[in-house]
């Protein structure tokens, strides 16, 4: 029963932390267009990176749409593309609103992973590491994109702002084509021999990558490997995806992306009987972060094709209470059920 608390807890944990991670940036994107309603300049006219074709792409925002209006606005530019006329769109500006927002999120993010260090338990590291990595990869990587894309003028999709057609998510447009600092971040771990990623070890131990033993020894801090591990883990799966929807190699609905469906599926199942079968509550969490982000990867698949409307990407006191309200509560949860583990080994321990 021990072992399974831990499973649950740590998987839930991360889970509400990947869907809190989105409807924070939901939020922030609500909070800057109320903010900045009637001072807002036009953005920058706006080169579109689709998925789709623009059709196909407005048939998707139609159905996206929850609002009578921008339904009316985006199927009257549907039928104008259909007729072969021009469809100009415009980014939104850079906001000092944006520029706040960014800044704030990884200050914050760099508080909590210094506070990493002034934790004793390992267990209480790890939990703050995956705030501080949340927030770091939202503020500097997400937000830090989405500064870039909207100065260039870029656009991922089309959505309604503030009643007016506009090009939306052009930082994952950017983001893309980040792979190649991804990959010379994973050439670095994979032959750092203090490393001891799961991954990477996995591959150490099966080829000739290491000069000597692998390194063994205490690690004071897991909080920064914490955070460092969450970001990465959630910015390869989605490298993943962006490649795999790209229409002009694999497609949305093509065999790759259906491949990484049943793959990412199967791995779900592998990962969490691997997670099952460890013993302490950090590594436990630590090793959820890749089996739930493994695990969230079919969701988002199912959501793109339209199998389902994301709750995570709506912004109401619903959500908001039952994301933010329940990762406040499993964190509570998580962090009081490895403190009475602790209190019950104490006395054997002493012994």
Not at 154 to 180: M, N, P, R
Request: glycine share 10%; hydrophobic share 50%; net charge positive.
């Amino acid at each position: 029963m021990h072992r399974w608390l831990r499973t649950i807890l740590s998987s839930v944990f991360v889970l509400l932390m990947l869907a809190s991670g989105h409807l924070l940036m939901v939020a922030v994107n609500a909070a800057e267009v109320a903010m900045t309603r009637g001072t807002r300049s036009e953005g920058l006219e706006a080169r579109l990176f689709t998925d789709q074709s623009l059709s196909a792409e407005l048939d998707s925002a139609v159905l996206r749409s929850r609002s009578p209006e921008h339904r009316a606005l985006l199927a009257a530019a549907r039928e104008r593309v259909a007729r072969g006329e021009p469809l100009v769109l415009h980014t939104m500006p850079v906001t000092s609103f944006l520029v706040g927002a960014t800044l704030g999120l990884t200050a914050l993010g760099l508080v909590l992973l210094w506070l990493t260090s002034r934790l004793q338990s390992d267990a209480a590291q790890t939990i703050v590491g995956v705030f501080a990595g949340n927030l770091l990869w939202t503020g500097s990587v997400e937000y830090g994109l989405t500064i870039a894309s909207r100065a260039l003028g870029i656009g991922k999709t089309i959505g309604v702002v503030d009643g007016t057609l506009t090009a939306i998510f052009g930082e994952y447009v950017l983001l893309k084509h980040s792979w190649g600092a991804l990959v010379l971040v994973m050439a670095y771990l994979l032959f750092l021999e203090s490393s001891r990623c799961p991954a990477f070890l996995f591959f150490r131990e099966r080829t000739p990558l290491m000069r000597g033993s692998l390194v063994t020894g205490r690690i004071d801090n897991r909080g920064p490997r914490t955070a460092f591990q969450y970001a990465t883990t959630v910015w390869g799966f989605y490298l993943l995806l962006l490649w795999a929807y790209d229409e002009q190699l694999f497609g949305v609905h093509g065999w790759f992306t259906t491949s990484v469906l049943l793959l990412s599926l199967a791995g779900t199942v592998f990962t969490v009987w691997r997670l099952h079968q460890h013993t302490g509550w950090g590594a436990a969490i630590r090793y959820a972060i890749g089996a739930m982000v493994v695990a969230w990867t079919p969701i988002e698949v199912l959501g793109k094709w339209g199998m389902f409307r994301e709750p995570w990407l709506l912004l109401h006191p619903t959500t908001v209470t039952l994301f933010f309200g329940g990762l406040a509560l499993g964190t509570w949860a998580l962090v009081r059920a490895q403190r009475r583990a602790r209190e019950l080994e104490l006395p054997t321990a002493t012994a």
